[in-house]
């Protein structure tokens, strides 16, 4: 099976500007959750999706959204981006959303804000 | 509120010591405890978790309920064990909340 991808790798933002990131989970997996990585931060959880409900959400400003796919892919978007935005955003999947699940993750999209 | 403490940033230990990664946590149900770990330039990755009462690569973890903690042990650590572990927990209904990582090196 092919792990969970997400895209770009890469990105580039000024603040002020929106930005969408994109996840495709492991084939039959119907849970996504996006974190977000900082050295000061460590990985906080932004929110999980479940058959395209949002089950749970993170403490984080309403600037981060997110939404999932009947395919159950996911994207989150960030608004009006801030020098505080850049990080390292991280996506799991996993086959439901049960506590006792294991997530697997991507890579991580590397946001830089200037 | 659920917490987790991870106390060392970084751990350094010789080839064949043992190694512990202490992992505390703050909740007063009873949650869901799991190690993932991340090496050199690889995704970050379950090692193992409470509920499975498993061994994985030689770790172990005991959950002790009455010092909520639920540390990581090696009785011989190996080079290639050499990358960050993140302790987490999660409860039911709720998400998942990671430690701030430790850095394991093992030297030769």
């Known amino acids: 099976k092919a792990g969970v991808t997400q895209t770009p790798r890469y990105l580039i933002k000024t603040r002020g500007q929106q930005v969408t990131l994109s996840c495709s989970p492991i084939s039959g997996h119907r849970s996504v959750s996006w974190y977000q990585q900082t050295p000061g931060q460590g990985l906080q959880f932004l929110f999980e999706y479940f058959s395209e409900t949002q089950r749970n959400k993170g403490n984080f400003p309403g600037r981060f959204s997110g939404r999932q796919f009947s395919n159950s892919r996911s994207e989150m978007n960030v608004s009006t981006l801030e020098l505080g935005d850049s990080a390292l955003y991280l996506c799991a999947s996993s086959l439901l959303a049960s506590v006792t699940d294991t997530q697997y993750f991507g890579p991580g999209t590397r946001l830089t804000v200037l | 509120a659920q917490r987790v403490t991870q106390p060392e940033k970084l751990l350094s230990v010789f080839k064949g010591a043992p190694v512990e990664l202490k992992c505390n946590y703050s909740?007063?149900?009873?949650?869901?405890l799991f190690w993932y770990v991340q090496y050199s330039r690889q995704r970050l990755q379950l090692l193992l978790r409470?509920?499975s009462r498993e061994s994985i690569k030689g770790f172990t973890a005991d959950l002790n309920k009455g010092e909520t903690s639920f540390h990581l042990k090696k009785p011989f650590a190996q080079e290639e064990d050499s990358a960050m572990y993140y302790c987490?927990?999660?409860?039911?209904?709720?998400?998942?909340?990671f430690g701030p990582g430790t850095r394991l090196s093992v030297l030769p």
């Open positions: 987490a927990l999660r409860n039911y209904g709720q998400n998942f909340v």
């Open positions: 909740y007063s149900g009873s949650p869901e």
């Open positions: 409470h509920i």
